[in-house]
């Protein structure tokens, strides 16, 4: 039993009061979200509940930060929209399971560990353009049914609950943290507006929750090539969605607790969740970093936050929705703009001062086009390969060389810098092939040949000496570096290699 628990939660001491509080508060926010995120679709308010509540439930047991929630999400609704239109929902459930499949893969292989490759500035914009479409989102809260902008009392009435709430969100943790200011703030404006019989918009107006048990059963599709090759390319950018969406909201949850969580198994969770999703009606999902950062900031660590959560939302489909129905929604979209307010870096600000052009620059871009295309997948990619273009460029300028000829007429070349593609032109242009003398050593102690591009750029120097009668040697390359070279033997002599072993200072002291 004890092995049990210590598998739901962490090994330190767990709040299971703020656990359990925190997780209905979770499970209350999550119904208007699931609902709005499957209409986007085009789909039933249910094949929304049903996905936040499968992926919920098996990505808070079996996932790699514990804390984290996860659901049908916006990013996803985008995704698979256009398939909804053109095919139906059980498209949409079979592409849901496929996606799975790759994420599971993902997993295995161990790929998580690509998100290292996601700078900083990528992560500062994700994260404010998050923050942009989350406040956004809730606009649409203040307007009424016909479509237009809400106007005098009805405005007033649900401005000033939302306010209130977020009085409350932010006010009640100054003076006790007992119980999730978030729950106090969703009761407390409940119990305002049945007090006062205040006429106002509540969950029921958006659709109804009602509902069984998510039903099981396997995606009404023809099992053919052509089914396949129509669901494949929504699957593959629902699966890269959904881990790009994933992973950087576990590294956000990991700065914010002070702990790590594990990547790879996150993505199994994931791919797992969205395919049982797919086999009981769901839309399918990925991490949530709003409702993350509400459960977080409501002082839930474990995994029964999560697990709690998941369960109760389903209590309130098969057995509360009339009561869940009837919650104001200006509770929650006060509960929803303060968690905008508190995902947005404003510590992003403070920095720029500080921070490379390049670095703002990349940051800027990757909230706009977060904010704009309310696409995170792409918005992360783009910034990733301009990062990487920023960095290529700046790393080309500064390989040098430093020149001198030795007592015995030998010109020496000692490169500094990595040699690669972007750095070849810059590293030809050091070089007089015509005025040095009939014997040239090009050192690579502070350098580094990096890709065919430098081999090839090497292949040509050389070349140009030979033509002319003269001898190169290229001196001090690395164990990597000298297996390029040897396995490109077709492109250039590996016998101008010479690479003599110096005595290294460690070696010295240790005296060998």
Not at 398 to 413: F, L, M, S
């Amino acid at each position: 039993m004890q092995t049990l628990i210590n598998f739901f939660t962490p090994t330190e001491k767990i709040d299971y009061k703020t656990e359990v509080l925190s997780g209905l508060t979770v499970a209350l926010a999550l119904v208007p979200e699931a609902v709005a995120f499957a209409l986007i679709a085009g789909l039933s308010p249910l094949t929304g509940l049903y996905a936040a509540f499968v992926m919920g439930l098996i990505t808070s047991i079996f996932g790699g930060r514990p804390g984290m929630i996860s659901g049908a999400t916006g990013a996803i609704a985008v995704v698979i929209v256009a398939l909804v239109i053109s095919h139906g929902v059980e498209y949409v459930f079979a592409a849901v399971v496929l996606a799975g499949i790759f994420q599971v893969l993902t997993g295995v292989l161990k790929l998580g560990k690509l998100m290292r490759l996601v700078p900083h500035p990528v992560i500062f914009g994700f994260v404010n353009g998050l923050a942009i479409i989350i406040f956004s989102s809730q606009l649409d809260q203040f307007k009424d049914s016909s479509g237009s902008w809400m106007v005098g009392e009805q405005l007033y009435i649900f401005m000033g609950l939302v306010i209130l709430s977020m009085l409350i969100i932010w006010g009640l943790p100054k003076l006790s943290k007992a119980i999730p200011a978030s729950l106090v703030a969703i009761l407390s404006i409940f119990g305002i507006v049945v007090a006062f019989g205040i006429d106002t918009r509540t969950v029921g107006d958006i659709a109804s929750i009602s509902g069984g048990f998510p039903p099981f059963h396997i995606p009404s599709v023809p099992l053919d090539m052509e089914m396949f090759m129509t669901i494949l390319p929504y699957s593959a950018v629902m699966a890269a969605v959904g881990l790009i969406e994933s992973l950087l909201t576990l590294n956000i949850i990991d700065e914010i607790t002070e702990t790590r969580g594990r990547g790879n198994k996150e993505a199994v969770a994931q791919g797992a969740a969205n395919i049982l999703s797919g086999f009981f009606s769901g839309m399918g999902g990925c991490a949530m970093i709003g409702q993350s950062l509400i459960n977080i900031s409501s002082g839930a660590r474990a995994r029964l936050s999560g697990i709690g959560a998941a369960v109760m939302l389903l209590v309130f489909i098969m057995f509360g929705a009339e009561l869940i129905e009837q919650l104001p929604m200006a509770a929650l979209t006060g509960l929803m703009i303060m968690v905008s307010i508190g995902t947005f870096e404003w510590a992003s600000f403070n920095t720029l001062r500080r921070m490379p052009k390049s670095d703002i620059f990349v940051m800027v871009l990757v909230t706009l086009v977060t904010a704009v295309l309310h696409n995170l997948a792409i918005a992360v990619i783009v910034g990733v390969i301009i990062a990487a273009l920023v960095f290529a460029w700046d790393s080309a300028k500064r390989i040098r060389a430093r020149k001198y000829v030795d007592d015995n007429g030998i010109k020496h070349y000692e490169i500094y810098g990595p040699l690669f593609f972007g750095s070849v032109t810059v590293f030809n242009e050091k070089f007089d092939v015509l005025g040095d003398p009939n014997e040239v050593i090009i050192d690579f102690a502070e350098s580094r040949v990096v890709d065919m591009s430098a081999i090839e750029a090497l292949n040509r120097l050389t070349e140009r000496y030979s033509k002319v009668g003269k001898v190169v040697h290229l001196r001090h390359l690395s164990s990597d570096c000298r297996k390029l070279l040897k396995d490109a033997e077709a492109i250039i002599d590996v016998n101008v290699i010479e690479d003599p072993t110096y005595r290294l200072p460690v070696d010295l002291v240790n005296g060998k």
